[in-house]
């Protein structure tokens, strides 16, 4: 989240709330099964509503001081080694589910086996969402499928 606020403010924003929501794993349904829940939810409503008063009752946005983030900098590397994608099975049956759910539009829409691995950030969207089971991980670090 602190390489996100400073991106977002390298853009020109004003960063002046700021939280992190659990979510069910993209990776895999054991961790965080089922949430957000309801207590989750409305945790986040809460942060909304402080969110909004605080940028209400703020005098000066623009002079504020940097919102406090905790977190690591110099930013935390991923260490996979090596760049991978997902691999695709004979099961594709080329319904295109996959590269419309890509945050990160590696799936080509005109193959949608072709995959560029540099933009991948591993996500797993594309094996969650495939309704034919047809995308999985072959990498020594990543097993998915
Ligand atoms: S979602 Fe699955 S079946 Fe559909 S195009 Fe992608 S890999 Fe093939
Ligand atoms: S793992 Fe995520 S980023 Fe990589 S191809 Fe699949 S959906 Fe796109």
Excluded: W
Aim: some cysteine; charged content about 25%; hydrophobic content about 35%.
């Amino acid at each position: 989240m602190v390489e996100l606020r400073d991106i977002v403010e390298k853009n020109g924003f004003i960063v002046f709330a700021a939280s992190a929501f659990i979510g069910e794993h993209s990776y895999t349904d054991k961790v965080a099964t089922n949430r957000p829940d309801t207590k989750d939810l409305q945790k986040a409503k809460e942060f909304g509503v402080k969110a909004e008063e605080k940028i209400s009752f703020s005098q000066d946005l623009l002079n504020a001081n940097k919102l406090f983030i905790k977190g690591n900098f110099p930013y935390k590397e991923r260490k996979l080694g090596v760049k991978c994608a997902p691999e695709t099975n004979i099961n594709c049956t080329n319904c295109g589910i996959c590269a419309d759910n890509c945050p990160m539009e590696a799936i080509s829409f005109n193959n949608y086996r072709d995959i560029d691995a540099e933009k991948c950030i591993n996500c797993c969207s594309c094996i969650q969402k495939c309704p034919s089971s047809a995308k999985s991980f072959v990498h020594e670090h990543i097993i998915k499928g």
